[in-house]
Nanobody, 119 residues
């Protein structure tokens, strides 16, 4: 069973920074894709940033230029560096990992970490 454990959330003022970490219970090299999603109250969960096993990244338009996703294979950890935070970034942030196989895909989620940005 794969476990993803997020950390690094908290309360920060607008314009501030936070770095989220997602530690996996097994080698992250085994995942095809990893990413960060977020869900604000009353809204659907949305992709914030993704990174492939090859290191390619993609970002939601709303966070481009402010957030950066990276991975440390040696520590089995994926990071989300969040700068210039805005109140609208307030949400629960979830780590996600995907493995593609012949029958489809297996998706794994962390328990989430709360990020609150005050104005």
């Amino acid at each position: 069973q794969v476990q993803l454990v997020e950390s690094g959330g908290g309360l920060v003022q607008a314009g501030g920074s936070l770095r989220l970490s997602c530690a996996a219970s097994r080698s992250i090299s085994s995942f095809n894709d990893m990413g960060w999603y977020r869900q604000a109250p009353g809204k659907e969960r949305e992709l914030v940033a993704g990174i492939t096993s090859g290191g390619s990244t993609n970002y939601a338009d709303s966070v481009k230029g402010r957030f950066s996703i990276s991975r440390d294979n040696g520590k089995n950890t994926v990071y989300l560096q969040m700068n210039s935070l805005k109140p609208e970034d307030t949400a629960v942030y979830y780590c996600n990992a995907v493995v593609y196989h012949a029958l489809g895909s297996s998706k794994y989620w962390g328990q989430g970490t709360q990020v609150t940005v005050s104005s």
